[in-house]
């Protein structure tokens, strides 16, 4: 793999307007007006007041080709799970592949498991994230970090000229992080912690499974002592957040 500054050049150079024009054809389709609209029409929940306990949850994980969206990495597959409270709702799962407009490493698929024809004969990003959409509705999106995955989906979204996600989300590694400062964060560690059963890793679905067993967990500790709310909670992680910082 080449190094991160001479990727920025060829993407800059080579590879951007190649990416643009492949995704041309797509812009101002029937599938792009209407992902259009569902984004513009997005519910943006109130949760600030409500219990963590009574909240649905969407916890989701994304496979990409790289950690890189701004220089045209992609997302490959995205799984995700539903929750209500700290109940994961078994039958309420979402899984798809993405078929990418660049070529997909030999690397990336085999952390993956994906084949190359599989993804080719998937849907495009505009027909996948437009079901991810409708499955989330009603919902506050979960995912281990969430900074990633939310970075990758609103580069994605601009990469397509369409708008924002705008919608509430929890980082559950930040939440780990809060309640358990002198522990690792990463999923691993904390599934090894909670003795969650592990399956296979880098498959959205998997991850998004194991995500939700770990939350169930967070969820516990962090009402063990007081039942709180959203807005309590995201007011601890941004202190939590500024305090580390300083």
Known sequence: MLPIDLQILKYLFFEKPIYYYKIR?????????????????????????KSLLE???????LETTGFIPEIGHEIISIGAIRMHGNRICDNETFYKLVNPIRPVTKQTLTLTGLKKE???QS??????????????KGSVLVAHPAKFDMRFIQTMLKRWKLPP??????????????????EKHQLDPLLKKFQIQ???????????????ELYGHLLEDITSEKNRTFGELKILLSEKTKASNR
Do not use: G
Request: glycine share 0%; charged share 25%.
């Open 118 to 120: 599989q993804l080719i």
């Open 165 to 182: 996600l705008n919608t509430p989300v929890i980082d559950s590694q930040k939440l780990a992080k809060f309640l358990y400062p002198n």
């Open 198 to 212: 592990r399956r296979t890793r880098h498959h959205a679905l998997n991850d998004a499974r194991m995500t939700a």
């Open 25 to 49: 054809p797509f812009i101002n389709t029937d599938i792009h007006r209407e992902l259009f609209i569902q984004l513009q029409e997005y519910d943006c929940l109130e949760v600030h007041n």
């Open 123 to 136: 849907d495009s990003f505009l027909e996948c994230f437009k079901e991810f959409l409708s499955f989330c």
């Open 55 to 61: 909240i649905d949850y969407t916890i989701f994980d």
